[in-house]
């Protein structure tokens, strides 16, 4: 058969829901075979039947291929149809990252390949190899059930990102190549898409061209299906893509979004790719040269090499620098902290849908307006994300809070047209300061910040809104903040944003300019403000952060700058974290004991 049309599903997985993963799935399924006409091929990204951030929870997600087989053959009820899918897989006494190939719609399904994921990321946000096995069967192509044939190899995720699964892939005979992916979208650079489409992620930016170098290398269609959605804050960002042999996008999925997109392969172009360009046929005749020195001129050079690869292989796993991160090309060049705001703007919004109203299934958000740009920014994106009408803006003042701020937090109501509620928290801190006396401002600028979140919370059972953070990461690095305090919410849109990244978005969104360039302030103490505070501006402050967290030492600031934001990032570690406690036993929670925050 000379044209395979196939679908890619951009799948949002409900974490840790097996059943109901494999039902949806299964509807997914009968939704593509209703096209017309009906794909061949049918791929689910990697883990869909779970979500990927599971950690200890594989042990009770994970199946068997036959299971996931049968399961998936109950779900859907059409006629026949390949169908890929990511599954935890249970095999042999061992638990893998996997996925399936199977052909549904006969009388019983049958299984053509099952490809277990070689390799492992371990760094960074990743911890596979703690929870999952390393496939032990590489990588193979197989024939499909299209009709007329063809052959195909699946590589999962980080599988791709080494030349040599792939080259392997080719000189099996692979005509596709098919690539599950759930890999967090990462790198806010001011990026275009290959060929000159709207601004991706940077870490999208560069999985395209990973997998169109693959297709040109190799003269072979790639069909990547990425996960949608977000895990623990991690957005898994869609943008699937085929790629035809001549390395040519041939079709993109949306952003952020669940989506089903088609493309036809002329499975006979292959033929005219790789005449034209003969990249593969040159390196089936290489081949025994380039592999001459792996065999070793004897069983001493054998021990030698495997020695050495052995070596290497150790040293790239504990060299997380070297893995697959992407923060971008404009790390060295210009500004580093330049965003693309409409990119930051719509990952945002598509957080908040998913963390406020998906997984932890609130209709409403809260957010405590101070009159400051970070309030601001959160209420702007959290009225786009859940509805203006869904989001409250709370104005909690003490008797001493300028008035400015509180002008201010209602110029952001008027705004954005949210709901509003004036709390006033003078009579609860002066209570408590009667009983323990006052005689540290900063006591009582946290009592006020602790108050704030009181206020919250009770709103939020009250009606049943989730309150929603607006600390930034430059006053998280710095410690800026009191602990349990107005970090406290538990869905935070702006708490890996800098300072001046948060100027820059607000500004696109729309926040009114006076609130922008005032000068910040917490308002707990009179006449103060976050620069005064800390000592160095926060131009300053996050390019010197921006450096030391990446284990580089800043150049181009004085010495007590750099040294005002070093003494307060490496002192304010405790309050980035959960409270200390005693390790005693096998099963202590968060050491042993592992579940992500949303299953």
């Not at 390949?82 to 638990?95: K, L």
């Not at 052909?103 to 099952?114: A, F, S, W």
């Not at 065999?295 to 070297?322: E, L, W």
Request: with cysteine.
């Amino acid at each position: 058969m000379a044209h395979v049309r196939i679908a890619l599903s951009q799948f949002r997985p409900n974490k840790g829901e097996y059943a109901e993963n494999v039902t949806r799935i299964g509807a997914v399924i009968t939704q593509a075979a209703q096209l017309d006409p009906k794909p061949d091929l049918v791929v689910f990204p990697e883990t869909a039947t779970s979500g990927y951030f599971v950690e200890g929870g594989v042990k009770e997600l994970a199946v068997t291929a036959g299971t996931l087989a049968r399961d998936l053959a109950a779900a859907y009820q059409g006629s026949a149809i390949d169908v890929v899918v990511g599954f935890y897989e249970r095999f042999q006494n061992h638990i893998y990252n996997s996925a399936l190939y199977v052909t549904l719609g006969k009388r019983k399904p049958e299984v053509r390949h099952v490809h277990r994921k070689v390799f492992l990321p371990t760094y960074g946000v990743f911890d596979e190899e703690r929870f999952v096995d390393r496939g032990q069967d590489g990588v193979r192509s197989f024939e499909t059930g299209w009709e007329g044939g063809g052959k195909a190899a699946i590589l999962i995720c980080e599988d791709a990102w080494h030349s040599l699964a792939a080259t392997v892939a080719a000189l099996e005979g692979a005509q596709l190549i098919i690539v599950p992916s759930a890999s967090p979208a990462r790198g806010l650079d001011e990026e275009e898409a290959c060929d000159g489409a709207a601004a991706l992620p940077a870490s999208v930016v560069r999985w395209e061209r990973i997998v169109r170098g693959i297709a040109e290398e190799h003269g072979v269609f790639v069909a990547l299906a990425n996960l949608v959605g977000f895990e623990g804050g991690k957005g898994f960002p869609g943008a699937s893509a085929v790629i035809d042999p001549t390395g040519k996008v041939i079709a993109r999925g949306p952003l952020f979004e669940e989506a089903l997109l088609t493309a036809d392969l002329d499975l006979d172009s292959l033929t005219t790719a790789r005449s034209d360009s003969p990249l593969l046929a040159d390196l089936q005749s290489a081949l025994p040269v380039l592999t001459k020195s792996l065999s070793g001129k004897n069983q001493n050079d054998k021990v030698k090499f495997d020695a050495a690869t052995n070596g290497a292989s150790n040293a790239a796993r504990h060299t997380p620098h070297i893995a697959p991160i992407v923060t971008g090309s404009r790390d060295r060049e210009g500004d580093p902290l330049a965003i693309d705001p409409e990119l930051t703007r719509k990952w945002l919004v598509s957080f908040l849908k998913d963390e406020v109203l998906r997984r932890r299934g609130f209709k409403k958000g809260l957010v405590g307006l101070s009159g400051g740009v970070d309030s601001a920014l959160t209420a702007f994106l959290a009225a786009e994300a859940l509805g203006k009408d869904n989001v409250i803006g709370v104005r909690m003042p003490y008797r001493t809070s300028s008035p400015d701020s509180l002008a201010h937090a209602q110029l952001v109501i008027d705004k954005v047209g949210i709901e509003s509620l004036t709390i006033d928290i003078s009579d609860a801190v002066d209570g408590l300061l009667r009983q323990v006396g006052n005689n540290d401002p900063h006591r009582l600028g946290n009592i006020m910040a602790r108050q704030r979140m009181i206020v919250l919370f009770d709103l939020s059972a009250k009606h049943n809104a989730l309150p929603l953070g607006t600390s930034n990461k430059s006053e998280r690095l710095l410690g800026y903040f009191t602990w349990h305090g107005d970090d406290a919410p538990p869905v935070n849109p702006l708490g890996d944003l800098f300072k001046t990244q948060v100027w820059a978005l607000a500004r696109h969104v729309g926040v009114p300019e006076e609130i922008v360039s005032k000068p910040a302030t917490a308002d707990l103490i009179k006449g103060q403000t976050d620069e005064g505070d800390l000592g160095v501006s926060y131009l300053h402050a996050d390019r010197i952060l921006y450096h030391l967290i990446r284990g580089e030492e800043p150049t181009g600031f004085t010495k007590e700058e750099v040294e005002i934001v070093r003494q307060r990032l490496d002192s304010t570690h405790w309050k980035r974290r959960l409270p200390t406690v005693a390790v005693l036993s096998q099963t202590a929670i968060g050491e042993f004991y592992l579940r992500p925050v949303d299953y």
